[in-house]
């Protein structure tokens, strides 16, 4: 009687982890979808029109650096198919300079323009003002270090995952 009960426990355990991997998910992609839009919002507030919240952010991560659009995606800074898109649109709008590497005539190297760094900086502001208005909520700021800390793990997880999965060490489906 007791291997009944502890198949239907283990079983539901693994329908309430399930459930919640599940829901981890659709809130990790509904809070970045909702992240974007306050980025847009801000943007459309100070009447930028010439660059979308996606490429803003993209401006914010590169800073004051100059690197490759290779660098671009290997560093994290974005994780979309069409960079190239975002990038040409970029320098198209002066908020990038792109220009042939000295060392490997193949390679483009970018980095913000002074239109770029100043809008580097508003975004930096708008961070500022998220931050501080955090503090002065009722938001526990632990639960921010938490909530990163999760996704750092699953992000790890995933990493697994694929490192597995191109081992070909993953059972078949």
Not at 20 to 43: S, W
Not at 67 to 94: A, F, H, I, P, Q
Not at 141 to 166: H, M
Request: charged fraction near 25%; proline fraction near 2%; glycine fraction near 6%.
């Amino acid at each position: 009687m007791t291997d009944t009960f502890d198949n239907k426990s283990s079983s539901n355990m693994t329908l309430d982890a399930r459930n919640d991997y599940l829901e981890a998910i659709r809130l990790i992609e509904r809070l970045h979808r909702q992240f974007l839009e306050v980025v847009k919002a801000d943007l459309d507030g100070r009447g930028v029109v010439d660059i979308n919240n996606i490429q803003a952010l993209i401006l914010f991560n590169i800073g004051d650096s100059e690197l490759t659009v290779g660098e671009l995606t290997n560093r994290g800074y974005y994780l979309g198919s069409n960079v190239s898109y975002n990038v040409r649109k970029m320098v198209d709008n002066n908020y990038l300079i792109q220009e042939r590497s000295a060392h490997d005539k193949r390679s483009m190297r970018i980095r913000p323009s002074g239109k770029g760094l100043d809008l580097c900086e508003q975004i930096s502001k708008m961070f500022d003002r998220h931050s501080k208005a955090l503090e002065e909520s009722s938001f526990n700021p632990g639960d921010i270090k938490l909530a990163s800390d999760s996704y750092r793990q699953l992000e790890r997880f995933w990493a697994g995952l694929l490192n597995y999965n191109l081992r070909g060490t993953l059972p078949p489906l």
